[in-house]
């Protein structure tokens, strides 16, 4: 056996946290830390992610995004909480293609130094390069070469931990996304308050700190209830229709 990672394997619950909290802003890049397991198929090192992680940003930017050392630590205290370990961090590219800038291969590469079988995703989001928007997620791993650090490529298969059962955490999951951005626009606005804290400015700063929560309530919790909502309506549909199919098969 040896650590050279031959696929990675995602549940469907993480991945939809890491489309929707890449949905989220198309003006900075968003973070997920991804805990799960390595194990063994037909002699190869594997990954299972079967968690995602949604963390506090260190700089928010269109290009760029940090992974903060007492983030990290906090994400691998709750993984270990659930049985679990840190395998991997995923992060979105608003308007640029999925590739790993040198940033992330380096930032992947220092991750590797820790566990040589840890790897980064990339979900490319708003990006309409090819005349449509479109999601384009690579999974990778650095490797280092004469010519510098480059990337490998690792295969991503998306599949449910638990083929047949239903995964009663997937909410939850993703729930973790509003209440992150509340909590980065709070801390931001207390940071804030150590500047003026009277007068027109401190009303100044009270008005855009309330316009912001408008907005995300406006924009991101409303549509993901109603998101939801649909959601809910369609599987009762199917489990009717499953239901009607079952008895239909039962009485011949
Ligand atoms: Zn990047």
Redesign the pocket.
Known sequence: MDDHLAIVYMTPEVQTTCLTYGLCTEKE?TLVLLAGYFGYENFQTIAHVTRSIVTTRKDKSKDR?EVDPEQMSLAMTEADSAGLNLVGWA?S?PHITVN??H??LRTQFNMQTLDPRFFGI?VSCFNNDAGTQRFQVTCFQTIETEHGQIERVVPLLIRPANPGLLVTDGLTQVQAIPRQLFKEEAEGFDNRQCGPTTGLAAHLCAGIHTHTLSNLVDKMTGPMLTHLKIRYDTNMKQIEMLDKRRGTRSSI
């Open positions: 890049e995004v992060h590219h790993p800038s940033v992330d990339i």
